[in-house]
C-alpha cells in the first residue's frame, strides 16, 4: 500500500469534512512562520531575546543549539510525510519551555502560551492527516 499524501484518505467513507485540508494548512503555515521566526530570534540575540534568557536562568550561549533544535523539528513538521514526527519534536521542545517558564515563576500567559502553541501544531497536522483521526476520533 503506498503512502497516503497530505490529505488523501484513499476516499473511502472517513473523508474529511469540507475545507479541513486547506484549513490544516494554514494552521499549520501560521505555526511553521511563528516557530521560524521564534527560532531566527534565537540565532540573532536580540536584546528581548538576550534579556528572556537571563529572566529564565538560561546560558544566552546556548541560543544557536536551540535555534536549530528548532528549526529542525519545525522543517520536520512542515513537510506532509514527517509531519507527525515533526509535531512529537515540537511537543518536545514546548513542554521544556513549559517547565523552565514554570521553574522561573514566569507569567501565566507565559507558561501557557507553549501549551496553546502545541496545540495549535497539532491541530494542523490533525486536519491534513487522516491517519491521525483513527488515533484521536472526533465524533459528530
Known amino acids: ?24 494548512r494554514v494552521v499549520t503555515t501560521l505555526a511553521v512562520l511563528f516557530l521560524l521566526v521564534d527560532a531566527a530570534g534565537k540565532v540573532a540575540m536580540p536584546k528581548p531575546v538576550v534579556d528572556a534568557c537571563v529572566r529564565l536562568g538560561f546560558p544566552t550561549n546556548l541560543g544557536m543549539t536551540l535555534a536549530i533544535l528548532l528549526g529542525v523539528s519545525t522543517l520536520l513538521y512542515a513537510i506532509p510525510k514527517t509531519a507527525v514526527l515533526g509535531a512529537i519534536l515540537l511537543t518536545g521542545y514546548l513542554g521544556g519551555a513549559v517547565a523552565i517558564h514554570v521553574r522561573a515563576g514566569s507569567s501565566t500567559f ?9 496545540v495549535v501544531v497539532w491541530a494542523g497536522v490533525y486536519l491534513r492527516e487522516c491517519r491521525l483521526w483513527a488515533v484521536f476520533p472526533i465524533r459528530r
Not at 484513499?10 to 486547506?22: I, N, S
Not at 507565559?110 to 502545541?118: D, H, W, Y
Request: aromatic share 10%; hydrophobic share 35%; with cysteine.
Open 110 to 118: 507565559e507558561t501557557v502560551f507553549p501549551v496553546i502553541l502545541g
Open 1 to 24: 500500500m503506498a503512502a497516503k499524501q497530505d490529505g488523501d484518505c484513499g476516499g473511502g467513507p472517513v473523508g474529511p469534512p469540507k475545507g479541513w485540508l486547506w484549513s490544516g
